[in-house]
């Protein structure tokens, strides 16, 4: 299964995989899943961390380095995911989290997330 981390699980699996509930760990930690990231995630990672988030230390170079490195692919962001935004219905604000969920159904990808919001889109997104 394709399965595509929001970016808070990016973080954890990354770094605080104890923040990471048995779910999404056996999900991550599971040979047969392709595990992906956004490059919305690494541009979100980059805008917050530049604010001086506490919750976005992380350099985001190292991030993308380390993902590939681990096997993770990279989904870019198309013209066709920013139209598929029009079609969500006004669960959440956020605009990142708005992009994966329309990367995640255009694509047919199952998008994990930690994010209650998030979670209510439905087909497509697994609250772990």
Same mark, same amino acid.
């Given at each position: 299964?394709?399965?595509? %981390?929001?970016?808070h699980l990016l973080l954890w699996a990354a770094g605080q995989p104890e923040k990471l509930s048995l779910t999404a760990t056996q999900l991550i930690n599971n040979p047969? *899943?392709?595990?992906?990231?956004?490059?919305?995630?690494?541009?979100?990672?980059?805008?917050?961390?530049?604010?001086?988030?506490?919750?976005?230390?992380?350099?985001?170079?190292?991030?993308?380095?380390?993902?590939?490195? *681990?096997?993770?692919?990279?989904?870019?962001?198309?013209?066709?995911?920013?139209?598929?935004?029009?079609?969500?219905?006004?669960?959440?604000?956020?605009?990142?989290?708005?992009?994966?969920?329309?990367?995640?159904?255009?694509?047919?990808?199952?998008?994990?997330?930690?994010?209650? %919001?998030?979670?209510?889109?439905?087909?497509?997104?697994?609250?772990?």
């Open positions: 299964m394709r399965l595509l %981390l929001d970016t047969d *899943n392709i595990l992906m990231f956004s490059a919305a995630s690494i541009w979100e990672i980059t805008i917050k961390r530049s604010l001086g988030r506490d919750d976005f230390k992380v350099e985001p170079r190292q991030l993308r380095r380390g993902l590939v490195e *681990n096997g993770y692919q990279e989904l870019m962001i198309s013209s066709a995911h920013a139209l598929a935004i029009e079609q969500l219905p006004p669960i959440h604000k956020d605009p990142f989290d708005r992009l994966l969920v329309a990367q995640a159904q255009a694509e047919g990808i199952v998008l994990l997330t930690a994010d209650s %919001l998030v979670g209510q889109y439905g087909e497509m997104v697994q609250l772990v």
